[in-house]
């Protein structure tokens, strides 16, 4: 049994951390709730483990569920995707602080705006992590 992770941000260094960990999540706009009565927004990822040092030769990765919490959210735009396509998978690029929001930037140029005055938000995996033969790679990575 892994470990799960769960950690919370309160300021730009623990959000850059949180945003590496969720670099390369996939989640699908179904997935994505602003809860306005509770001034929360939340998010469940299907996450990779770059946290996890391959096993079984260098040849073995994982993913895992994990949610996302963010608190004190007044208002929440987006761009580049449409609430009434919930079956429509976003990747995860990153999560930054910007003016009185925090933005979470997602492949293809969509991204989401949530509105708050503050970083209050945490990250909690969900359940057990499964095998993948897959590790994200990026452009400017060798090899």
Not at 23 to 30: C, F, K, Y
Not at 46 to 70: C, Q
Request: charged share 35%; net charge negative.
């Amino acid at each position: 049994m892994a470990d799960p992770l769960k950690l919370r941000a309160e300021d730009e260094e623990d959000l850059a951390v949180i945003s590496a960990i969720l670099q390369d999540a996939l989640v699908a706009v179904g997935d994505l709730a602003f809860l306005a009565e509770e001034s929360r927004f939340v998010l469940v990822a299907n996450r990779f483990r770059w946290e996890m040092k391959p096993g079984d030769g260098g040849k073995r990765f994982e993913r895992t569920l994990a949610g996302l919490a963010v608190e004190g959210v007044r208002g929440v735009k987006l761009r580049g995707f449409d609430r009434r396509d919930p079956d429509r998978i976003l990747e995860i690029l990153a999560i930054r602080r910007e003016d009185g929001a925090i933005i979470i930037d997602f492949s293809r140029a969509a991204s989401l705006r949530l509105e708050t005055d503050r970083i209050h938000c945490r990250i909690e995996d969900l359940g057990e992590p499964w095998p993948t033969p897959w590790r994200p790679r990026h452009p400017l990575e060798a090899g």
